[in-house]
Nanobody, 125 residues
C-alpha cells in the first residue's frame, strides 16, 4: 500500500513561515505528479499547489501565489511546500497527494490517487 507521510505542521505566528514535507518509500516517485491541498473545519478541501513530474511546472491558486512554493527532490522521494507570510486563514490540515503516471495533475483533487494523512498548520497570535 502506497504511503505518503507529511510533516512540518506547527503553530506559527502571523507573518511566519513553515516548510512542509511529504515523503514516500515508493520507487516510482519520480513518475508522479504531486500536489498539496488543505482543509479547514467546516470547509471543503482546497487546492494549494501542484508540481509536475519533472518539477519544471508548478501551479498555484491566487491565495498561494507569491507566498507558497512547491518543490520536489526525486532523489529523496520528497515533495515540499514552503509557506511564507502565513495568515490566520491559512490554518488548516495540509495534505499531500500523488497522481501516478500523470505528468501534471494540476488542481483537481479527483485526479490524485494517493493521499497522506495530513499535517496541521495553525497560524495564530
Amino acid at each position: 500500500q502506497v504511503q505518503l507521510v507529511e510533516s512540518g505542521g506547527d503553530l506559527v505566528l502571523p507573518g511566519g513561515s513553515l516548510r512542509l514535507a511529504c515523503v514516500t518509500s515508493e520507487r516510482t516517485f519520480e513518475d508522479w505528479s504531486l500536489g498539496w491541498f488543505r482543509q479547514s473545519p467546516g470547509k471543503e478541501r482546497e487546492f494549494v499547489a501542484a508540481i509536475s513530474r519533472s518539477g519544471s511546472d508548478t501551479y498555484y491558486p491566487d491565495f498561494a501565489r507569491g507566498r507558497f512554493t512547491i518543490s520536489r527532490d526525486n532523489a529523496e522521494n520528497t515533495v515540499y511546500l514552503q509557506m511564507n507570510d502565513l495568515k490566520p486563514e491559512d490554518t488548516a490540515v495540509y495534505y499531500c497527494a500523488a497522481a501516478p503516471r500523470i505528468y501534471f495533475a494540476g488542481s483537481s483533487g479527483s485526479i490524485y490517487s494517493y493521499w497522506g494523512q495530513g499535517t496541521r498548520v495553525t497560524v495564530s497570535s
